[in-house]
């Protein structure tokens, strides 16, 4: 499954009378609109001169400096002129995979993964090598084998993309004291980290757990403002050792001269002038009800059929049929039940998952978010009442 | 000369003491500023869960439209389905070049060409063919010439980059006739071509030559609304045949997932709030009167010691040197005279242009680009009275 099916998904998905439970959209519901209003207003009024104007490769100082303050509070010590403002954090890690990989070049991701970083590796001819986790993230003795399996083949990855905080479509994080075992091993074996972070300031604890990069500064960081204000000003950023962040402003440059501009300045102006962190517990607020409304939900409906993670924080919950149901076989009749979710199979690169999904909470509403799991529940059983028809002849009878 | 040293470049030459003639930033001293920051308050205000979230991939449906009607203007014919939204311009020619090049692949352009498509055919390690240019833009002979070596060594390009509207450094237009002449001998090679067009509605002639895309649905066309508009919000776009559309789209989602859905929207309501024909008027106007400036300068300080071309649009004059001066070992020597220029060796892949100079008439007042064109000559000047000196010690003697 592509980024560009399940963009056909969303499109579908998108459908007043089908609750989706499929797409990753923030919720912008919370978002001071008249006070953003009248700074984009401003901004044209006052700075077109340089709002509206061509700017740096590497970004706007100003922002660049606002973002170390967001990074800070996820104990990141690091200055502006380590970071590369992006087209969303999804360019930065095009960007990185673009200075790094060759095509046949090893990448190592967690299994399941974003399919967004999934679509990079695969527009660049990457081999993605996924390793297992379980309810704590990444599991460190998988990694160190599957680093011990290509050190036997005598080869070895490029570097290892994770989701720390909240995992896209996990919904799990890595605790500390397995971070730092993790880092042990890549630091042992010379193995880059991207850490990819656009959920962390979305915990539902009052803490967010300190970055990996807070622990080693060659760690590459990947942040985004589309979770914590909004996406459509398409503003992420890449933190980077020098060496790197100077390439990445020379291939931001090849890519499109500059990011854009005006969205970096409503940005900028935003943080400067709005409480955002009080605005980033009111979204943490609103996706902890909806959390709890999936959960609950879930326990009601699907308990016997299906196990499922508990997210302390971002949008997701992934879900495991306990009968071997195929879900992106399924996902057509479940849109005819007017529910949509993305099929498990979407977030492994070569074949798995495929008796999973991955449920989103952030978008509807709590009773929305109840009936979807209520119709979905329909579907699955449905299904499982077919699927021992399906396989063998003999089970037509039983049921 | 790379798009970095460029840049640090335009970073000296936007000292307020500097007369540049070196950015090619669009002038928005004319833009409706009142009604630009009407448009961008009513969208935060009204539209946010559109234009503030994210969009699709290909771009916003009805900016599309609105970009089909903007290329009626110049002949196209062609339905919105077929194009793809980009970061500006710039990242349509970066995405054209990722899908078509491996590294090593050569790529056919004008001798002298845009500075950041070289960046794009650098960062893609591709080899660049230039071909040369007379009054007339990209010489015929010259290209069959090319492809002919081409040929005789085994090897074709991938695609010929064009810019035939008020080339971007040199100034100049490809009449009609030579247009179809190219378009032969482009097809009989079996050659691709990506007509790049961000300056052909600023033509100071009243109607804009037809693009050569309107002559051949197979060209790839890439438009921009940075120089007709403003660059800030980074929209520009690639019109393409299907199947590269369809690849377009795919690899456009793993760059960015979406362009930047805010500036779609702001452009699409100035399109449809905005009298945008007469507003490209005022800014052919106001870029015509400093053509006609630095013609004048021109004409009273370099007569005698430079040639130069005469562009019918766009921002840009092309100069060239009689007496063998170096204008990259000049620059630092202009600027502490406080004038800034582009030397002519940036837009060479494999040398050449160290003779030349590109001049910006867009962005200075009138009277700015007199004084930086006088001083700019007093630099040469005095270039080409050490000039001899450096070279041969005999001539000093006669100076």
Known sequence: MTTSQIRALFAVASRPEVVSLAGGMPNLSVLPLDAVAATVQHLVKEHSAVALQYGSGQGDPQLRERICEVMALEGIAAPAQDVVITVGSQQALDLVTRIFCDPGDVVLCEAPSYVGALGVFASYECEVVQVPMDEGGLVPAALAEALGRLAAAGRRAKFLYTIPNHHNPAGVSIPQ??????????????????????????????????????????????????????????????????????????????????????????????????????????LRDLYLERRDAMLDALRQELSGIATWTVPDGGFYIWLRLLAGVDTTAMLPRAIEQRVAYVPGAAFFAGGGGADCLRLSYCYPTPERIQEGVRRLARVIEAELDLAPAVRTPVALVRS
């Open 177 to 282: 004291s397995r971070r730092a075992e993790l880092l042990d091993i890549c630091t042992a074996a010379d193995l880059l980290i991207v850490e990819d972070n656009p959920y962390g300031l979305l915990s539902f604890d009052a803490e967010p757990p300190p970055a990996i990069r807070a622990m080693d500064p060659k760690v590459i960081y990947l942040g985004s403002f589309s979770k914590t204000f909004a996406p459509g000003f398409r503003v992420g950023w890449a933190l980077a050792p020098p060496d790197v962040r100077d390439a990445l402003v020379l291939v931001q440059e090849a890519a499109t001269l500059c990011p854009p501009t005006f969205g970096q300045h409503a940005i900028s102006a935003y943080l400067a002038g709005q409480d955002w962190r009080a605005q980033i517990d009111a």
